[in-house]
């Protein structure tokens, strides 16, 4: 394609001036932006700041049912690698790395507020102290 005269093609329509005016408007906004830094600061101080202690509380908060619930989920993965123990032996052989798992998953305890629920999971962690015991592994 070949330009043969010094117009641009899209241009806009309209008075030639009215591009200039605009233009000449826009600098003068840019001009003006030199306290915009100054507005952006103190919109920002204005914003509240969370206290850290409330949210700390916020995240201590927990749910009766979710501590009710990691109880469960704990004693049944205590009775899960204890039927593995059990497997390995009708096999003839315990794997130390189950028994390690076994002394490792007693460490985590924690009360789920429920004393039924409670007694159960300490009966469940007597019966994994018994059988870490049976194969010379005492734990605290």
């Known amino acids: 394609m070949r330009i043969?005269?010094?117009?641009?093609?899209?241009t806009t329509a309209g008075k030639p001036g009215a591009s200039r005016s605009s233009g000449s408007a826009f600098a003068s906004a840019l001009e003006g932006e030199s306290s915009a830094p100054a507005r952006a600061?103190?919109?920002?101080?204005?914003?509240?700041?969370?206290?850290?202690?409330?949210l700390m509380a916020l995240q201590a908060f927990e749910d009766p049912k979710e501590?009710?619930?990691r109880s469960v989920k704990r004693g049944l993965d205590l009775i899960d690698v204890l039927e593995g123990v059990q497997m390995d032996l009708l096999?003839?052989?315990v794997g130390q790395d189950r028994l390690e798992l076994l002394a490792s998953m007693l460490a985590g305890k924690a009360p789920s507020g429920d004393q039924r629920l409670d007694a159960l999971v300490d009966d469940i962690e007597l019966r994994v102290r018994v059988e870490l015991a049976k194969f010379g592994r005492y734990p605290d």
Do not use: C, H, Q
């Open 4 to 10: 043969e005269n010094g117009t641009r093609i899209g």
């Open 41 to 54: 600061a103190t919109t920002m101080a204005a914003n509240p700041l969370y206290d850290l202690t409330s």
């Open 67 to 69: 501590r009710r619930r």
């Open 91 to 93: 096999v003839g052989r």
